[in-house]
C-alpha cells in the first residue's frame, strides 16, 4: 500500500510563486513515474508535469517556463515550484505515483493524493 500526501497550495496573488510537495510513503516499494495533475471546476484533470525515475521531465506547454518539477528518489518526494502564476493555475492539484512491488516488478499500480488548494487572486 502507498501513500501520497500532497502540501504546499495556498493562496497567492498573481504573478506570485508556490512550491507544492508531493511525498510518497510505502514498504517494498519501487516508485516509477511521479505525476501532477490539476482541476479546475467543471473542467476535466490535466497532466501539469511528471518526473520519471531516472530523473526525465515533462512539463504541459501551458505552464512551460514558469514550473518546474523534481524529484529527491531517497525522500520519494516530488516538488513543483510555480511562478509567474496566472489566474488560470487556479485549481485542484493532485500527486499521482506510478509503482511496483519489489517482488513483483511487472505488474505496475498508480494512486492519488486528496490534493492541495491554488488559488490565484488579483
Known amino acids: 500500500q502507498v501513500q501520497v500526501v500532497e502540501s504546499g497550495g495556498g493562496l497567492v496573488q498573481a504573478g506570485g510563486s508556490l512550491r507544492l510537495s508531493c511525498a510518497a510513503s510505502?514498504?517494498?516499494?519501487?516508485?516509477?513515474?511521479m505525476a501532477w495533475y490539476r482541476q479546475a471546476p467543471g473542467l476535466q484533470r490535466e497532466l501539469v508535469a511528471s518526473?520519471?525515475?531516472?530523473?526525465?521531465?515533462y512539463v504541459a506547454d501551458s505552464v512551460k517556463g514558469r514550473f518546474t518539477v523534481s524529484r529527491d528518489n531517497a525522500e520519494n518526494r516530488m516538488t513543483l515550484q510555480m511562478t509567474n502564476l496566472k489566474f488560470e493555475d487556479a485549481a485542484e492539484y493532485y500527486c499521482?505515483?506510478?509503482?511496483?512491488?519489489?517482488?513483483?516488478?511487472?505488474?505496475?499500480?498508480?494512486?492519488w493524493g486528496r490534493g492541495t488548494q491554488v488559488t490565484v487572486s488579483s
Open positions: 499521482n505515483v506510478e509503482y511496483s512491488f519489489t517482488d513483483s516488478p511487472w505488474a505496475e499500480y498508480n494512486t
Open positions: 510505502g514498504s517494498n516499494i519501487v516508485y516509477n513515474t
Open positions: 518526473v520519471t525515475s531516472r530523473g526525465t521531465t
